[in-house]
């Protein structure tokens, strides 16, 4: 199975920082990543698929990279709702799927 | 309007049963493939189980594998969740998500989740 591991697990900064979390996959996954957002008591959001490609509605601050077994979220210029927590995902092994263990982003 | 809604969740006892049903609305179910994502209280995201788009295909995460089972029907737009011999590490908010291929199998749309608790 695949597994993913994600970095940091918790992560403070401030409005206006630039900001990057990084997930590793076991083994490669080409670019079937996928990077969400959670706040509290509400279901995960899209923000990124195909390790690159910006899900319809979400800022543009948000931006992905990466392909193989190595990939980071790029928050351009954090704003207050970015605070969450975010979690990346594999889907190159569908229907079966595996997720990180998120990261929770804190105002400073 | 693009919607998922789960039913279904509920208090049961260890090794009890439950089954879970999601109804798809707003898009043609068929046409996708569909998963379940469970989080327990104050903790991250778990993928359970997935389906494609005709029920050929089935995935299983270690920790449910011969006592969850995964089921669909395209013709009802419902998506099903049997769950047997729970445990008390079954307790968590189930959602089901849906996956496209236009969207690299990501999941696009969620469900806001039904609650399962396993307790004596």
């Known amino acids: 199975d695949i597994q993913m591991t994600q970095s940091p697990s918790s992560l403070s900064a401030s409005v206006g920082d630039r900001v990057t979390i990084t997930c590793r996959a076991s083994?490669?996954?080409?670019?079937?990543l996928n990077w969400y957002q959670q706040k509290p008591g509400k279901a995960p959001k899209l923000l990124i698929y195909?390790?690159?490609s910006l899900q319809s509605g979400v800022s543009s601050r948000f931006s992905g990279s990466g392909s193989g077994t190595d990939f980071t979220l790029t928050i351009s210029s954090l704003q207050p709702e970015d605070f969450a927590t975010y979690y990346c995902q594999q889907s190159y092994s569908t229907p079966k799927y595996t997720f990180g263990q998120g990261t929770k982003l804190e105002i400073k | 309007e693009v919607q998922l809604v789960e039913f279904g969740g509920g208090v049961v006892r260890p090794g009890g049963s439950l089954r879970l049903s999601c109804a798809a609305s707003?898009?043609?179910?068929?046409?996708?493939?569909m998963s379940w994502v469970r989080q327990a209280p104050g903790k991250g995201l778990e993928w359970v189980s997935g389906?494609?788009?005709?029920?050929?295909?089935?995935g299983y995460a270690d920790s449910v594998k011969g006592r969850l089972t995964i089921s669909r029907d395209n013709a009802k737009n419902c998506l099903y969740l049997q769950m047997n011999s729970l445990r008390a590490g079954d307790t968590a908010l189930y959602h089901c998500?849906?996956?496209?291929?236009?969207?690299?199998?990501?999941?696009?749309?969620w469900g806001q989740g039904t609650m399962v608790t396993v307790s004596s």
């Open positions: 707003g898009f043609t179910f068929e046409d996708y493939g």
């Open positions: 195909a390790g690159s």
């Open positions: 083994q490669s996954i080409r670019s079937y």
């Open positions: 998500a849906r996956a496209g291929s236009s969207s690299s199998f990501a999941f696009d749309i």
């Open positions: 389906i494609n788009w005709n029920g050929g295909s089935t």
